[in-house]
């Protein structure tokens, strides 16, 4: 594992009830080992979404947002919002790319804190730039 960190913790009232609802998003940089001629992808981005109600762990699940052949930074901007860029080998260019891959998790976590139900897919979006 390259790089974890705990992006979001927010806990909330519960509505209608006196428990306390505890969401924390965590953004995990994992390499992979293996062959590496330097065109494959050998670092993933992931997002680990964990809920618990009252301390105890009621919902968990984590998410493959993209591949990079480098990761190079992470951003959050509005509410559940982020962002990870790296950079990948373009196939189409023949050369190495700038890539960000977007992520709106706004419905996700709302579904996450609901605590019922089945999780939808979290909505990304992949930007490539030009040659390095």
Same mark, same amino acid.
């Given at each position: 594992?390259? +790089?974890?960190?705990?992006?979001? #913790?927010? +806990?909330?009232?519960?509505?209608? #009830?006196?428990?306390l609802g505890l969401l924390n998003i965590t953004y995990?940089?994992?390499?992979?080992?293996?062959?590496?001629?330097?065109?494959?992808?050998?670092?993933?981005?992931f997002l680990k979404f964990d809920y618990r109600i009252d301390g105890q762990l009621v919902r968990s699940d984590q998410k493959k947002v993209g591949d990079f052949l480098g990761f190079d930074a992470f951003s959050r901007g509005q509410a559940g919002i982020y962002s990870f860029a790296g950079k990948v080998f373009s196939d189409e260019k023949g050369c190495l790319v700038a890539v960000t891959y977007d992520?709106?998790?706004?419905?996700?976590?709302?579904?996450?804190?609901?605590n019922n139900g089945?999780?939808?897919?979290?909505w990304v979006t992949k930007r490539t730039g030009n040659c390095d």
């Open positions: 594992m390259q +790089e974890a960190k705990t992006v979001v #913790s927010t +806990e909330r009232q519960i509505p209608g #009830s006196s428990s995990i940089i994992a390499e992979f080992g293996g062959l590496r001629d330097g065109m494959d992808p050998n670092v993933a981005a992520v709106d998790a706004q419905d996700y976590t709302v579904a996450m804190r609901r089945p999780l939808p897919d979290l």
